[in-house]
Each structure stands twice: as C-alpha cells, then as structure tokens.
C-alpha cells in the first residue's frame, strides 16, 4: 500500500466539493473547503475551484444533488487539466462509483486525502506500519471495481476456493494483511511500552494540538534540539521525546501528531501506540494557532479528540502560538454594532481567556521566542507540583 516515491509525479488539478449540512452555516463549510485546500496542496495537488451546495445531509447516491453533479462535470470538460475531485466528507462505495462514472476523473475523499499525505510523510518503520494499516481499514469495504489497486500478496495454485469471484478472494486478502499489520503493530506497541516504563519517574509532558499549531517549533525552542518543522500540515507523525530542564527541574517533553476536524477512525485506531504517549502524560500543552480565523473551533476539535482517546482528564497549559501571525480589524469609532470576531484584538482574546478558562493559559510565538520566559514560568511551576506530588520529599 506504500506509494512509490521514485514514480513519476503526475501534476494533479482538483476540485473541491462539500456539502452546507443541516446545523451548519455557509461560512463553516467555506471554512472547511479552505482546510481541504490546504490539505490539497499538503499532498501535492493544486485547487481550482470549489463547489457548495446546501442539504440537509449528502445524497446517499452521488452526495450531492445530480444538477450540482452535472455543473460539476461541465466545469472539468471545460478544464481539461482538472483530473481531480476532492469531497470533503467520507463517500460510501456506492457514491463513489456513481461519482466517478459521473465525472470521469480521479475521485478522493478527505479520508483518503488524509491517508496519502500520511503515507508521503511517514518515514520510519513503525509509521510506515501505522499509516499501511488504515490505508487497508479504509480500503477493505471499498474493494469492488477496485482489482487493479491491489498489490496481490498471495497467489498460486490451491489458494482459490471453488466457485470463488475475484472480489471474495481481494478481500481474503486484504483481511490477512490487516491481521498482520496488527500483529507487528502490537509487537510496536509492547517495544514502546517498555521503552516509556524505562524512562524512569520523571514528570512526562506532552504537546498537543491542532495541526500545523507550531507544536515541533516549540519543541525546538525548549528542548534546544532539531525536531522536523515544516508550515504544512501533519509535519510529524513520530513521536518525538526529549529530556527538558528549566531551573534545574528536569522532565521529559514529546512532540505528538497533530489532530485535525474528522480524523479518521482508522488513523486513530492504528496511531494506538503514538497516541499513548498523550495519553499516560502527567501535563498536556496544548498548542493553539491564535492566528487562524478558526482558532476556537480548533480547540474544540482537539479538546473532543483527546476526551475520544481517554486523556480529557489529564492537566492541561494552553498555549496561544503565533501571536507575532496574529492579524485583526479595528472597529471605527463611531461604529456602534457589536463587535464581530474579526475585530477582537489579542489583548481582548487574552482578557477573555485568562478570565473565562479553568486552565492556565499564555500567549506566546515559539519563531520569535516572544513571552517564552513567561511561558516557561507557567511550565516550571505546574511541573515543579506535579513533582511534589510525586515526591513529596523531594523538594527543588
């Protein structure tokens, strides 16, 4: 399932398609088509154009409605080099078919989408392993039609029932290659195991947050090391640990990988491993993207993934990054309509979340080192108690 990076690259022109869904507004689902975009360009593909159309919820046939359908497709045979369709929602089997007859080019969806950029951007074995397993969890009960994607693992005299059709036998196929990714990832998982066991007693603190939040800068400017950090999104899918000490009070910190809105179940089941580490953390730092117009949605989406893999109750530093990013609107003087989100400036946000959160909180710019030291205050003093608590005769 490894794509071959030494191919030959074919430039990819792609649509965008989503769906304005009942509970959703306009904006929203324009929000997120512009995180698909930049999921595009992520994996290498340049966005054209972009398609909206409001139902209550997707067609169970083709999604969206034929006469969106058809506008669609005129659009790509008026541009021939669009070879490319990217939806923003998972796409049943059945919708893929009917799509992709419909349009006749290449058809993802975000699930998909999100897979490849992993499957590019894995570089060790237990990475490779992870991302290989959900590539199949996602392709398993999308088999038919689908033969000639298959890397054919098995084969040969005897190992065909009677009777049996080609698609029974690819998805035999794809089961025992699931069975045995499981099997080497659980071995990863054991190893890994250990290795956090043997790190001894030291306070372990995790950073998490949205993709692309500047969580491998950060890492950089307090471990003093060179953790891979890229401005695109999922830079990191290992988990990366070093050995920090502010004012001599030593503790181990890791770099996670990024959440991001509809993660997709396999990923997470697979990234079982890479998750744990997050998830026996003493401390969270939850690294926030203040810049982003979608800042507070983002922290929503990272607060509800981590309830989903069983860390909601660990302690938790929030983190406001890229305040030197941050941009906003002033309002006029005499403009007396209430003030609308894109006219909030940093000292307001900052008023609003140093008094309305339950956690403690900073905003800081790991690029510039802007309120590091402010920064690393708040950290040394929730470490400094966590450490008591631990060893409460053990005072620094």
């Known amino acids: 399932m490894q794509q ?7 430039k990819n022109y792609a649509v965008l398609i989503g769906v304005v869904q009942a509970g959703q507004t306009k904006d929203q689902a324009k929000e997120y088509l512009d995180e698909l975009a930049l999921l595009a360009r992520t994996a290498g593909a340049t966005p054209i154009k972009s398609f909206l159309q409001k139902q209550n919820k997707p067609n169970p046939r083709s999604y969206i409605g034929k006469g969106k359908l058809e506008e669609i497709h005129a659009f790509i045979k008026e541009n021939k080099t ?57 392709l398993l009960p999308r088999l038919k039609g689908m033969w000639t994607h298959l890397e054919r693992q098995r084969g040969g005299i005897g190992l065909r029932g009677p009777g049996e059709r080609e698609i029974e ?3 035999r196929i794809v089961r025992n290659k699931i069975a045995l990714l499981r099997k080497q990832l659980a071995k990863i998982d054991k190893q890994k195991a250990t290795q956090r066991k043997n790190r001894g007693k030291l306070i372990r603190v995790s950073l998490v947050g949205y993709t692309n939040a500047g969580k491998s800068t ?55 491993s890479t998750l744990d580490e997050t998830r026996e953390s003493d401390l969270l730092i939850h690294v926030v993207d203040v810049s982003h117009p979608s800042f507070e949605e983002q922290i929503e989406v990272v607060k509800n993934t981590l309830q ?70 708040n950290l040394f003093k929730i470490v400094k108690d966590l450490h008591f608590e631990r060893f409460p005769y053990n005072r620094i």
Do not use: W
């Open 4 to 10: 071959d990076n030494k191919r030959k690259k074919i």
């Open 82 to 138: 669009v070879n490319l369709a990217l939806f923003d929602d998972d796409l049943s089997p059945t919708q893929l078919r009917n799509i992709e007859k419909e349009l006749q080019v290449q058809i993802m969806d975000r699930t998909n989408l999100i897979l490849d950029i992993f499957a590019t951007r894995a570089r060790t074995a237990h990475a490779k392993t992870q991302v290989e397993l959900a590539q199949y969890q996602y």
């Open 169 to 171: 036998t690819d998805r």
């Open 218 to 272: 950060l890492m950089n400017r307090l471990s003093k090391s060179e953790v891979f950090a890229e401005d695109k999104l999922f830079a990191t899918l290992d988990t990366t640990v070093r050995k920090v000490v502010i004012n001599n009070l030593p503790f181990l910190l890791s770099d996670t990988v990024g959440f991001i809105r509809k993660l997709p179940t396999p990923l997470i089941e697979s990234f079982k």
């Open 308 to 377: 989903e893999i069983g860390a909601g109750n660990i302690p938790v530093l929030l983190v406001f990054n890229k305040i030197d990013a941050f941009k906003y609107t002033p309002k006029d003087e005499d403009d007396l309509t209430p003030k609308e989100k894109q006219n909030f400036s940093l000292n307001d946000f900052k008023s609003m979340y140093v008094a309305g959160e339950n956690i403690p909180c900073v905003f800081i710019s790991a690029k510039t080192g802007e309120n590091m030291d402010e920064f690393k205050d």
